[in-house]
């Protein structure tokens, strides 16, 4: 599983959600951090929204992103767990 999370310098709340990913132990992943005042692309997207995490995956030979649902800043890693298995359910 691979995600991605769009942040930007200096947002607490991204780096929220990015320490308590960085804790998850139930699932496997790899995780990108992309800051969006890099690419204008993502700035325009994003730049209200932050943090945005995103499921990357393959649909036949195209990558795809997939938006995942705001997670609470208030959220423990527990409950970050707990989304995450509502997407990407144990094989």
Sequence with gaps: ???????KP?????EGLL???????????????????????W???YQYEVPVLCQESMFGEILQEERLPRISPRASVAQVE????????AP
Excluded: N, W
Aim: charge should be negative; hydrophobic fraction near 45%.
């Design 10 to 14: 200096g947002c607490h709340l991204c």
């Design 19 to 41: 320490e308590k990913l960085e804790q998850v132990r139930s699932f496997s992943f790899e995780l990108e951090v992309r800051d969006i005042t890099t690419a204008e692309e």
């Design 82 to 89: 707990q989304m995450l298995a509502k997407f990407f359910p």
């Design 1 to 7: 599983m691979r995600l991605i999370l769009y942040s």
């Design 43 to 45: 700035f325009q997207a």
